[in-house]
Nanobody, 126 residues
Framework: QVHLVESGGGSVQAGGSLRLSCAAS????????MGWFRQAPGKEREGVAA???????RYRDSVKGRFTASQDKAKNTFYLLMTSVKPEDSAVYYC????????????????????WGQGTQVTVSS
């Protein structure tokens, strides 16, 4: 049973930083794609970043240069470092995993991921 647990969300002022974590357990796939998504009230869930198990990353245009996806394979934990945050970054953030590589240089839709965490709220105040 694959289990993903996000943490690190909270309230931060615009321009500040926050690091989200996603602790993964219950799988031993050698090739994985870990995605970060967010969903604001009244909006669709959107991809923010993704990282392959080989370390390659992809980002949504609006977060490029501000967000960084990384992983600690020894801890089976994935991270999303959010810097220079903006009020429009406010949302519930989810991590998700698919047991194969991300495809191409773009973000995959939510339907391509097999397992999801419960989400963590990020609120950015101006």
């Amino acid at each position: 049973q694959v289990h993903l647990v996000e943490s690190g969300g909270g309230s931060v002022q615009a321009g500040g930083s926050l690091r989200l974590s996603c602790a993964a357990s219950g799988y031993t796939y050698s090739s994985t794609c870990m995605g970060w998504f967010r969903q604001a009230p009244g909006k669709e869930r959107e991809g923010v970043a993704a990282i392959d198990s080989d370390g390659s990353t992809r980002y949504r245009d609006s977060v490029k240069g501000r967000f960084t996806a990384s992983q600690d394979k020894a801890k089976n934990t994935f991270y999303l470092l959010m810097t220079s945050v903006k009020p429009e970054d406010s949302a519930v953030y989810y991590c998700a995993v698919r047991p194969r590589y991300c495809r191409g240089g773009y973000l995959l839709p939510a339907s391509e991921y097999n397992y999801w965490g419960q989400g963590t709220q990020v609120t950015v105040s101006s």
